[in-house]
């Protein structure tokens, strides 16, 4: 794993709000490190409005980001993957694609905030919740010594790194 960058593919049903959140969090704190995606198994085919709100209230890059099929990202010619993260336990339970060159894949299941209901603030507090759980994990993902680690302790890690709450 010792190219210039390592991809992460987050994967989420829907694709409209986890996964598009973990995407904008890897690429700007990952420091050029990593360049990371995201996908849906039956992707919305819209980012949630309440995500890139979200998103752009905390100063993150929101341009680049729109709801897709994870079948993009199994075709010959995908960016090849080092990671792929389920964020929702429908997508952990479905059967994946076959992804070239084996990605290492861990799940982080985060509840869903697009599937909130409630007042406004409720809403948005389901929002922030997913920001804040996702933000700390992928802080804990970048933190490891990945050009130092064994593959199984590596995925060891990533696991553990999935059942991290923000408590």
């Excluded at 980001?65 to 990202?73: G, I, P, Q, T």
Aim: aromatic content about 8%; some cysteine.
């Amino acid at each position: 794993m010792s190219k210039t960058h390592m991809n992460v593919l987050f994967v989420c049903t829907g694709n409209s709000a986890r996964s598009i959140i973990a995407e904008a969090l890897m690429n700007q704190l990952g420091g050029g490190r990593f360049r990371a995606y995201s996908a849906g198994s039956h992707p919305a085919g819209f980012v949630n409005p309440k995500a890139l709100e979200l998103l752009e209230r905390n100063r993150f890059r929101t341009g680049e980001l729109r709801s897709k099929n994870w079948d993009e990202f199994a075709a010959p010619d995908a960016p090849q993957m080092d990671f792929v993260l389920t964020v929702c336990d429908k997508a952990a339970g479905e059967v994946c694609p076959v992804w070239p060159g084996q990605p290492m894949s861990a799940h982080w299941g985060v509840e869903d905030p697009a599937a909130a209901t409630g007042t406004p603030e409720q809403i948005d507090k389901a929002f922030a919740d997913a920001f804040m759980v996702l933000q700390r994990r992928i802080a804990l993902f970048l933190n490891l010594p990945i050009e130092k680690l064994e593959k199984l302790s590596l995925l060891a890690e990533l696991q553990k790194i999935g059942r991290v709450t923000n408590d």
